[in-house]
């Protein structure tokens, strides 16, 4: 009796600690009190389920090639300065190569030198002696190349993951397709465009000069000084929704990017009332701010996003401590937005949109009526078999599969799962599979009581030799389930992920849970016959 005390105790523990559990997605609104001592999580209902966005990008890491050779273009011009080595001309050749242009035909040992200590990533493709000067030509190992296509596609994966983490939708699902596609689904979102602006927009944050020696109107005319760039600042009139575009011209030489920031949030001007984004960059990039400020006091300092000028103040005075804002004429949502995605990082390489689709509410609460009427009438359908079947026996066997189902829907609250429509698929499978535990049982107690055992006597021997055949069973059915899991996407996961845990719900219910109750009858109501 003290053995079926605990057991009893326990499956009671387990029924109430599910109910605590998935009380939150029963119910509309909890009390305060329940939110401070209890658990609040809800079922995560998924894409095919609640409605949303599913969106595949493409990643353009052809891109993040041609920004890497950049990158290494400016860094030669660096080295050669600090080596003291005269050159005419640094500039990336191509998608993938760089040009160098030297003034002597002397000095190439010394940069051959210098090439293979500081790039070694860089190969000579060719070299060439015309009209009194050199040309050098280098191109990045292909399998270098191989690998800074597949860490854009990686770092663009994880740069999208946190801006959506940061935008706040539940459980999305975010993976890789192919070599350069990105998966996305956004269960539930609200503002699909939004959604849209923020996980496209590259947030490639540069400062740089304004040249205020040239005329803007000659270049718009088509006369762009040799180291400048025409850029463009775009408002919008909050009124009228009209879009204005003012002309820049910058020096091409980007002072500052923003690979320095350490954080970005909104903030609100007190004197006008509206949003502006304050920036705050590490020790390093704090210190090359404070020199480019002060190195160009009096000048305009261009801040630029994507291409597009936000601003373009005057440097009044050395600025230190880290410290910059982006100031325009921002909505509070378009404030946010940028942060979040200055925070998160810029893409290595622009995204392309591929495919854009939006399931409506509409069709997830269909999904979810047929889902719920299959599992329904699956579940009746077992549980009248049962009864028929197995008379009382039949009985306790549905109520251990209600207990098993409660325990199912709890841990998807308890862990966060989501709940999808192969989900469903995976909790109707596992209400055959819990039934299908007792159906062993069950008809080995059968064989026994016709040998002539008695019920109790019966009963123990239907379970000890039932009960590994069923945990073999399960167990191989839980690998391939987990296997699912780890290697699965979308469908298949939201099925392995019920599946998993129906396996291991129906193995407490089935053999455990039925356990009990019978003893309970055995014992304690001194049954003398099994209606089975």
Do not use: C
């Not at 006091?297 to 401590?321: C, E, F, M, T, W």
């Not at 053999?511 to 014992?523: N, P």
Request: aromatic share 6%; proline share 3%.
């Amino acid at each position: 009796m003290k053995d079926l005390r605990w057991r009893a105790a326990l499956v009671l523990a387990v029924f109430v600690v599910a109910l605590v559990y998935l009380l939150p997605t029963l119910g509309k609104e909890l009390p305060e009190w329940w939110v401070k001592f209890f658990p609040d999580k809800k079922i995560n209902l998924g894409l095919d389920l609640q409605g949303g966005m599913h969106l595949v990008l493409e990643v353009e890491n052809d891109k993040a090639v041609e920004n890497t050779v950049e990158r290494l273009a400016q860094e030669i011009k660096g080295e050669l300065g600090t080596a003291h080595i005269r050159f005419r001309l640094v500039e990336r050749q191509g998608g993938d190569g760089v040009r160098l242009l030297l003034p002597k035909e002397q000095d190439w040992q010394q940069v051959a030198d210098l090439m293979k200590d500081k790039f070694p990533l860089l190969e000579v493709t060719d070299r060439t002696l015309a009209q009194d000067q050199l040309q050098v030509l280098f191109r990045i190992e292909e399998s270098q190349v191989r690998h800074i296509k597949k860490l854009a596609v990686e770092q663009g994966l994880e740069t999208i993951r946190n801006r959506i983490d940061q935008f706040g939708v539940s459980e999305p699902d975010i993976r890789t397709q192919g070599e350069n596609r990105i998966l996305i689904q956004l269960p539930g979102i609200k503002d699909p465009q939004r959604a849209i602006d923020l996980i496209g927009q590259t947030a490639l944050l540069e400062f740089k000069l304004v040249d205020e020696q040239r005329s803007v109107e000659e270049a718009l005319k088509g006369r762009v000084p040799a180291g400048d760039k025409i850029y463009y600042s775009r408002k919008v009139d909050p009124v009228t929704g009209q879009v204005r575009r003012n002309a820049y011209l910058l020096k091409d030489r980007t002072l500052l990017t923003g690979e320095y920031l350490t954080n970005a949030e909104v903030r609100i001007d007190t004197q006008y009332n509206r949003p502006y984004v304050a920036l705050s960059f590490d020790k390093r990039g704090g210190n090359l701010f404070e020199k480019i400020t002060g190195a160009n006091v009096k000048k305009r300092l261009a801040i630029v996003l994507d291409g597009n000028v936000y601003s373009a103040p005057v440097i009044q005075d050395r600025i230190s401590g880290g410290n910059a804002i982006i100031e325009g004429q921002f909505t509070m949502d378009e404030a946010k937005d940028l942060a979040v995605v200055l925070r998160a990082g810029s893409l290595p390489a622009p995204v392309q949109i591929l495919e854009e689709r939006t399931v409506g509410p509409s069709l997830g609460r269909d999904s979810i009526r047929k889902g719920l009427l299959s599992m329904a009438v699956g579940g009746v359908l077992v549980v009248v078999f049962m009864v028929v079947y197995y008379g009382g026996s039949g009985i306790i066997a549905d109520l251990a599969l209600i207990l098993n189902i409660i325990l199912i829907m709890a841990a998807l609250a308890g862990f966060g799962a989501t709940l999808t429509l192969p989900g469903i698929a995976g909790i109707i499978l596992t209400i055959g599979m819990a039934v299908d535990a007792n159906v062993l049982i069950f008809e080995r107690v059968r064989e026994e009581l016709r040998l002539g055992k008695t019920p109790r006597a019966a009963l123990d021997s239907g379970y000890s030799r039932a009960t590994w055949t069923i945990v073999d069973a399960n167990v191989t059915t839980l690998i391939a389930a987990l296997v699912l899991l780890q290697f699965g996407t979308g469908p298949v996961k939201g099925f392995a992920v019920t599946l998993s845990l129906g396996i291991a719900a129906s193995m407490f219910t089935a053999i455990f849970g039925t356990r009990l109750l019978f003893d309970y009858l055995l014992q304690k109501r001194r049954m003398k016959t099994l209606s089975i």
